[in-house]
């Protein structure tokens, strides 16, 4: 089944990359693309992504501020930071913030697909 992804990052280079990657893949639909925190929440609210991509540091309103609004919006959704700042917070911070998973940007792209995968099969069970 094809799971949709909402995709924020300040970055356009990064935020495309992204999008291409995820729409790259069978089993993922990028419903859409936000440049801030804030966009990302107002998109949400209307898309409802079964994943989002969140960038850390971000105009407006940051990665870590959206995911606290985002999980008090829509607790079932997996929100997965994407960041190269990912080494501020542990895993165990970022799962107590409601955030599913923290990948670096140094790391394969390869793995932000295993988390996100993993995000949203652990949020199916």
Known sequence: MVKSVLIAD???IIRKA???LFASQRDFDVCGDAENGLEAIEM???LRPD???LG???PMMNGMEAACELKRLMPMVPIIVFSEYSDVFSERE???RGISGI???TEQLSVLLDKARAALYSAAA
């Open 10 to 12: 300040d970055q356009e």
């Open 18 to 20: 992204l999008c291409d």
């Open 44 to 46: 949400a609210q209307v």
């Open 51 to 53: 994943l989002i991509l």
């Open 56 to 58: 850390l540091s971000m």
């Open 94 to 96: 970022a799962r107590s």
């Open 103 to 105: 990948v670096s940007k």
